[in-house]
């Protein structure tokens, strides 16, 4: 299917660590999306990689793709309390239909 | 900044009741979705609008839900009845560009929670 699975389910580290999540998915894609959700909240777009890409940054955030082995790896480095959240990714073809997987809960502790 | 509008924001409603959920999406937004996300788990797709059509109501169940988007504009998802399990927040999201290969952000409100009693 289309959908991303994410892994780990959960993560807990401490302020100043890095973060690294990742994503698996089994069909072609054009693009894949990470996204960001605080408990309660409505999902917020993070950073898009295109197929043809292999890596890219945003911040602190650093996202690869590796088309050949269907993954993709989020890194947040020096994380702060405020990263404290769920992260979806979602693999996306030319239909515009994004599925989400169950997500990675990460905790930043202070 | 644009953003996608919601309501309510919260929703407590005894089963067997009916329901509906209001979506605004970010003007020009061509494409709209509604998701439901139970506690704990990913948000789950249930129909997605190009303009006033539906291009996917896959996961929608028929028998109780409907939503449309009637010009093509804002969207109402309907629950009738409500059930127990329905309890979950229901995202709206829209996006302007699915046709771009490249494309695809979307951007989502802030949900409505509903608790079926």
């Known amino acids: 299917s289309q959908q991303g699975e994410e892994d780990p389910q959960a993560l807990s580290i401490q302020e100043g660590e890095n973060a690294t999540m990742n994503c698996s998915y089994k069909?072609?894609?054009?693009?894949l999306q990470w996204y960001r959700q605080n408990s309660g909240r409505g999902l917020v777009h993070l950073i898009l990689?295109?197929?043809?890409?292999r890596e890219k940054h945003s911040g602190r955030l650093r996202v690869t793709l590796d088309t050949s082995k269907k993954s993709s790896s989020l890194l947040i480095t020096a994380s702060r309390a405020a990263d404290t959240a769920s992260y979806f990714c979602a693999p996306t073809s030319n239909t515009g239909k994004l599925i989400f997987g169950q997500g990675t809960t990460l905790q930043v502790k202070p | 900044e644009a953003e996608v509008a919601q309501s309510p924001r919260y929703k407590i409603t005894e089963k067997s009741q009916a329901v509906a959920f209001w979506c605004d999406p970010i003007s020009g937004h061509a494409t709209l979705y509604w998701y439901r996300q139970i506690l704990g788990q990913g948000p789950e797709l249930l129909v997605q609008?190009?303009?006033?059509?539906?291009?996917?109501d896959s996961q929608l169940p028929k028998d109780r839900f409907s939503a449309e988007r009637l010009k093509g504009v804002d969207s109402t998802l309907k629950i009738q009845p409500a059930e127990l399990g329905d309890s979950a927040m229901y995202l709206c999201a829209s996006s302007s560009s699915i046709t771009d290969p490249w494309g695809g952000e979307l951007f989502f409100g802030e949900g409505s929670r509903l608790t079926v009693l």
């Open positions: 069909t072609s894609i054009n693009n």
């Open positions: 990689i295109r197929s043809n890409e």
């Open positions: 609008f190009q303009d006033e059509s539906v291009v996917d």
